[in-house]
T-cell receptor
Framework: KNEVEQSPQNLTAQEGEFITINCSYS?????LHWLQQHPGGGIVSLFM?????KKHGRLIATINIQEKHSSLHITASHPRDSAVYIC????????????WGAGTKLIIKP | GAGVSQSPSNKVTEKGKDVELRCDPI?????LYWYRQSLGQGLEFLIY????????KSGLPSDRFSAERTGGSVSTLTIQRTQQEDSAVYLC????????????FGPGTRLTVL
C-alpha cells in the first residue's frame, strides 16, 4: 500500500463544477503539500499546510491531521484548471523526506 | 556521504550580485528538484530535472533564475542580480525516479541578500 493515496486517479467534469480531490496518508507528517503539474510538464506549488484550511482564489485546501486526510477543492472550475494535482507529504523523520502521491488527472470540459 | 549535499550552507550577498548554489544528489537518483522556503512561508517548487533535462522552467520566479544539471548528477541553481526578495532557504531534493519515489532533501542553502 502506498504511503500517500490520492483519489480519484482521473476526474473529468464540466466547466463550473465544484471539484474535490482527496489525499490520504499513512505516515506521520510535519506538513502536506499540494502541487499542480501543467500539461506541458511544469510544476507549481499550490499550498503547504499542517493544519486547518488555506484558500487562494478558487482553490481551497483542508487537512485533518487526526484522520490523516487532506482535500483540495476547486470552485467554479475552468478548463484552464485541467492539470495533474499532486499531494505530497513531508515525513516527520530526520531525513526530511517528501513522499508524492500518484496524482489526480483533472480535465475540465467547456 | 550517502545523502543529498548542498553548498554553501549559508550565503550572504549584496543586492545585484550573482550567486550560485550547488546540489549533489544521492548517487543513482535520476530526478532532482529545487525548492525554496521563504521566512514564514511554505515550500515553493522551483524546477525539476529528469536526468540532465528540465522539461519546464515555468516554476522559476523570474528570468534571473536559471538551473542546470550536468552528467546526471550535480545541479547548480544560479540567481543573477539578486534582490532582497530572493532571501530564502533553497532546498534541493533527489529521488530515484521522477514523481514515483520518495524525495530526499539536502540541508539547504540559506541565502541572505542585503
Amino acid at each position: 500500500k502506498n504511503e500517500v493515496e490520492q483519489s480519484p486517479q482521473n476526474l473529468t467534469a464540466q466547466e463550473g463544477e465544484f471539484i474535490t480531490i482527496n489525499c490520504s496518508y499513512s505516515v506521520g507528517i510535519s506538513a502536506l503539500h499540494w502541487l499542480q503539474q501543467h500539461p506541458g510538464g511544469g510544476i507549481v506549488s499550490l499550498f503547504m499546510l499542517s493544519s486547518g484550511k488555506k484558500k487562494h482564489g478558487r482553490l481551497i485546501a483542508t487537512i485533518n491531521i487526526q484522520e490523516k486526510h487532506s482535500s483540495l477543492h476547486i470552485t467554479a472550475s475552468h478548463p484552464r484548471d485541467s492539470a495533474v494535482y499532486i499531494c505530497a507529504v513531508h515525513t516527520m523523520d530526520s531525513n526530511y523526506q517528501l513522499i508524492w502521491g500518484a496524482g489526480t488527472k483533472l480535465i475540465i470540459k467547456p | 556521504g550517502a545523502g543529498v549535499s548542498q553548498s554553501p550552507s549559508n550565503k550572504v550577498t549584496e543586492k545585484g550580485k550573482d550567486v550560485e548554489l550547488r546540489c549533489d544528489p544521492i548517487s543513482g537518483h535520476t530526478a532532482l528538484y529545487w525548492y525554496r522556503q521563504s521566512l514564514g512561508q511554505g515550500l515553493e517548487f522551483l524546477i525539476y530535472f529528469q536526468g540532465n533535462s528540465a522539461p519546464d522552467k515555468s516554476g522559476l520566479p523570474s528570468d534571473r533564475f536559471s538551473a542546470e544539471r550536468t552528467g546526471g548528477s550535480v545541479s547548480t541553481l544560479t540567481i543573477q542580480r539578486t534582490q532582497q526578495e530572493d532571501s530564502a532557504v533553497y532546498l534541493c531534493a533527489s529521488s530515484l525516479r521522477f514523481r514515483r519515489d520518495t524525495q530526499y532533501f539536502g540541508p539547504g542553502t540559506r541565502l541572505t541578500v542585503l
